[in-house]
């Protein structure tokens, strides 16, 4: 009897532990992918110590609610800030003036103090700021913090008018030549559909205007009812940074960008401007337009996983892991909001892709 008694004690080992009933319940009874797989996988983001604190995972397959789990003290009803997620809410507005008529994508970006004469930042386009390849000098993070030209911007000494701060830094390349992530290029960008849209320099009528904007041509329409957008003190959207939404909208967010920038077959930004977010940079291969791409880069780490979910994966990520992941090939939206520092960003992802993983790609 003994090796039947080793068999029948090995097996127990290797058998996973029994799924808690909590993480059972946040998964659709009929997900269309094994339920208990489904469930072990977001439930591991939210016990993995190693990963940070998940506060929030959204699961969408084929336009449905497959998985939905909040942290203790949250819920669906919770605004989450999106830190950098905002910066591709950011170019699909731009994408919008753009197909307006208001904005010209291959044109020297339309900023005042670069047009006088003999400066070379006249040359950079709205292209270039885009796929962050203006040139300007920028750091984005610094140890320490607060030397970072991202913290001096949005909390220091260009807080008061976080455009001015940004548009009156020099070159440091040609534009177009450099790839330098930028969390000022998006308040430039900011700055710049708010002049398309009003000639008013004052705070509250630029404030007022935009928010307007982004309410009916993309938040109303989306159904992202939640969503809160700040300004600085001169009446500029922070793009780069501070729009705030539920897990739901920033959910429905993602299923607006997997449909090519349609609800209900409603075009809000043309098909093609989406193709232009999803397209490689030319100094970039795993970023697009305010977006990241599931592709490999010789530029610092990979910020998604190259090789292990389809290529055609992208997503918008935000400061201490916030992402919505968008997956057109497996008609899947993955939202995950939480607190994860970067030594934890490496747990996170594998965590993720592990989600990604039980969608099969079509």
């Given at each position: 009897?003994?090796?039947?008694?080793?068999?029948?004690?090995?097996?127990?080992?290797?058998?996973?532990?029994?799924?808690?009933?909590?993480?059972?319940?946040?998964?659709?009874?009929?997900?269309?992918?094994?339920?208990?797989r489904l469930a072990r996988a977001v439930d591991a983001l939210f016990t993995d110590e190693a990963a940070g604190e998940t506060r929030a995972v959204l699961v969408l397959h084929e336009g449905r609610i497959v998985a939905e789990r909040y942290q203790d003290g949250f819920g669906k009803d919770t605004r989450f800030i999106g830190w950098s997620m905002a910066k591709t809410i950011t170019g699909v507005m731009i994408g919008m003036l753009v197909s307006d008529g208001r904005l010209r994508l291959n044109e020297s970006a339309p900023v005042a103090r670069w047009q006088r004469s003999g400066d070379p930042r006249g040359e950079i386009t709205l292209r270039q700021l885009l796929q962050m390849r203006s040139g300007l000098r920028h750091v984005e993070t610094t140890d320490p913090v607060h030397d970072s030209d991202a913290v001096r911007m949005l909390f220091l000494d260009g807080r008061s008018d976080t455009a001015a701060y940004a548009e009156a830094q020099p070159l440091e390349a040609?534009?177009?030549?450099?790839?330098?992530?930028?969390?000022?290029?998006?308040?430039?960008?900011?700055?710049?559909?708010?002049?398309?849209?009003?000639?008013?320099r004052e705070a509250r009528f630029r404030r007022a205007i935009v928010a307007d904007y982004l309410r009916t041509r993309l938040f109303e329409p989306v159904g992202m009812t939640s969503m809160v957008a700040e300004f600085d003190p001169a009446g500029t959207l922070i793009g780069s940074s501070m729009i705030h939404g539920t897990a739901r909208d920033w959910g429905k967010f993602g299923e607006f960008m997997r449909h090519?920038?349609?609800?209900?077959?409603?075009?809000?930004?043309?098909?093609?401007?989406?193709?232009?977010?999803t397209t490689p940079s030319p100094r970039n291969p795993a970023y697009g337009a305010q977006l990241w791409l599931n592709r490999p880069t010789d530029i610092g780490t990979d910020q998604l996983f190259p090789g292990k979910a389809p290529a055609s994966l992208f997503a918008s990520i935000?400061?201490?892991?916030?992402?919505?992941?968008v997956s057109p090939r497996q008609k899947l939206t993955l939202v995950r909001?939480?607190?994860?520092?970067?030594?934890?960003?490496?747990?996170?992802?594998?965590?993720?892709v592990d989600v990604v993983a039980q969608f099969p790609a079509r």
């Open positions: 009897m003994l090796p039947s008694l080793m068999a029948c004690s090995g097996a127990q080992e290797n058998a996973e532990p029994p799924i808690s009933s909590e993480a059972l319940a946040a998964v659709d009874k009929a997900p269309g992918v094994p339920r208990e040609e534009p177009g030549r450099k790839f330098d992530y930028s969390s000022a290029t998006t308040v430039i960008l900011a700055d710049i559909a708010a002049r398309s849209l009003t000639e008013s090519g920038g349609a609800v209900k077959g409603a075009q809000l930004v043309p098909r093609g401007w989406i193709d232009f977010m935000g400061q201490l892991g916030q992402y919505v992941i909001l939480g607190h994860s520092s970067d030594a934890q960003r490496p747990a996170l992802r594998a965590r993720l």
